[in-house]
């Protein structure tokens, strides 16, 4: 295939993505049909149908972009060689980034609804939430390594890490919560007094 038509698939398959990512997050999964993320898309269900076998398999490629970017801001954290505490207040940052984003923070609720009852799709949620949950576990265990974090408090850090982006994933559209632009530092400082970190190796 040359290089012009493959641009124009992947092109053509982004639009459908993100034209399914606006439904979904507005309306649910459960009440859009292909016909209409096809319209949205500009395309025919047909061609909806020849990159995706159905809708289940449409609503995990979304879900996997989305992971897959957030998964690859960690990733450029872990290669910045960043202390634990600056680690952890990029990582927070981002997520209240996304929270900030409506469209985000109702597709995820959403898709976890849908997902219930069907196999397949709890599945694939968990081998993607297990790739990310290893970046930050890696990251710990480099940490532990250093003689900066002791290692009897790794299961704890790992456990209050995910324990913060899971409330900012699923309350950050509570108005009566308030996330300050200071949270993702607040939050890091606090874990990192619960672990007794320290930037000088412990003897």
Known sequence: MAKKELRAEESTKEKIIESAFALFSQRGIKDISMREIAQISGVSKPVIYYYFKDKNALCIEVLRLKMLQQQRKMASFVSASLGLGDFLERLFAGYADNATNKKMVSFMMQFHSYAIGRREIL????TMKEEQSDVIKDFLDKEARKGALPRRYLEVAKHLIFAVV??????????????????????????????????????
Not at 123 to 126: A, F, L, M, S, Y
Not at 174 to 192: C, G, N, V, Y
């Open 166 to 203: 899971v409330h900012l994933v699923v309350n950050s559209h509570e108005k009566r919560l308030d996330f300050s632009p200071s949270f993702a530092q607040d939050m890091s400082e606090a874990i990192l007094r619960a672990v007794k970190y320290s930037k000088r190796p412990y003897k």
């Open 123 to 126: 599945q694939k949620i968990n």
